[in-house]
DNA sequence: ATGGCTGGGTCTCCCAGA
């Protein structure tokens, strides 16, 4: 079973280069996050076109996910149980006997302003939901845009970034507090090249020279780390014409 | 080069992203 994750940073602008990597790549799921459309607009027939059903979760001009997958969802879940949000940033469903959590984190803006408060309150609302989930489904994962680069190691300039939103030691601690219910990040379960990273800013050096941050992940119950193959950033959509800010990630699973 | 880009909406300016 491979999975993946993309923030594409507009549905509606990405959607010939999501469909063109999803016949590249052939995932069984893909997460979008940061789809940017009302539900009314969601491509489901263009989607549905390409194999895949989907289970979206939408609003007007932020935010929005979506789970798109080549065999049938169960027990759609949207938002994060219990959290009162008007921001559509989670979406799960049962796909295949695997409990799978599509999330975009909230991005914080600034350390200590009310989006950041409002990042790690978010966090910590999805921990205890994920929890949760943890305990009825062992075959847990949880992928998308986290906003947050975990370690230095995700960090192209962790001097120039320390401190600062998506390293800061609160998010970093809300991030941990994630794996700390059970889960673990599938990228680190494999030996990997240095300076790996899932984001650069637009603009003409930054990806370029690999000026980035690794802060979309594909998080693993035991179960599923067990079982994980291979877990990797694809940086080659970044390369194209009218990209997104965001690389996929894509991780395989071998599941009897 | 930490955003000196991009997408969307209120639409030639502002908000938000990361």
Redesign the pocket.
């Known amino acids: 079973m491979r999975l993946a994750t993309w923030?594409v940073?507009?549905?509606?602008?990405?959607l010939p280069q999501v469909l063109d990597w999803l016949n590249q790549h052939q995932p069984d799921v893909l997460a979008l996050?940061?789809t940017?459309?009302?539900d009314e607009?969601f491509p489901q027939a263009a989607l549905e076109e390409a194999g895949y059903t989907c289970a979206w979760f939408g609003q007007?001009?932020?935010?929005g996910v979506a789970l798109l997958s080549r065999t049938p969802m169960e027990d759609v879940q949207r938002g994060v149980p219990g959290l009162e949000d008007e921001?559509r940033r989670a979406l799960a469903a049962t796909i295949g006997g695997v409990r799978v959590v599509c999330l975009?984190?909230?991005?914080?803006?600034?350390v200590d302003s009310d989006?950041y408060r409002y990042k790690l309150d978010w966090l910590a609302a999805t921990r205890d939901w994920l929890q949760q989930e943890l305990s009825v489904h062992p075959r847990l994962v949880v992928m998308g845009?986290m906003?947050v680069?975990p370690e230095d190691q995700d960090?192209?300039?962790p001097r120039?970034?320390?401190g600062?939103?998506?390293?800061s030691p609160p998010e970093r601690r809300a991030f941990a507090a994630l794996l700390d219910v059970g889960l673990q990040d599938a990228f680190r379960l494999f030996p990997q090249p240095p300076k790996v990273f899932s984001?650069?800013?637009?603009?003409?050096?930054?990806f370029r020279?690999n000026?980035?941050?690794r802060?979309d992940h594909v998080l693993v119950s035991a179960e599923l780390a067990r079982r994980c193959r291979a877990c990797v950033v694809d940086p080659g959509p970044r390369g194209h014409e009218?990209?997104?800010?965001?690389a996929p990630v894509l991780a395989d699973f071998d599941l009897a």
């Open positions: 923030n940073n507009s549905l509606n602008v990405r996050q940061e940017k459309l009302p607009r007007k001009a932020y935010n921001q975009y984190v909230p991005n914080g803006q600034q989006k845009d906003n680069a960090v192209h300039d120039r970034w320390a600062q939103v998506l390293v984001w650069w800013n637009y603009g003409a050096v930054a020279r000026l980035g941050l802060i009218r990209p997104s800010d965001h």
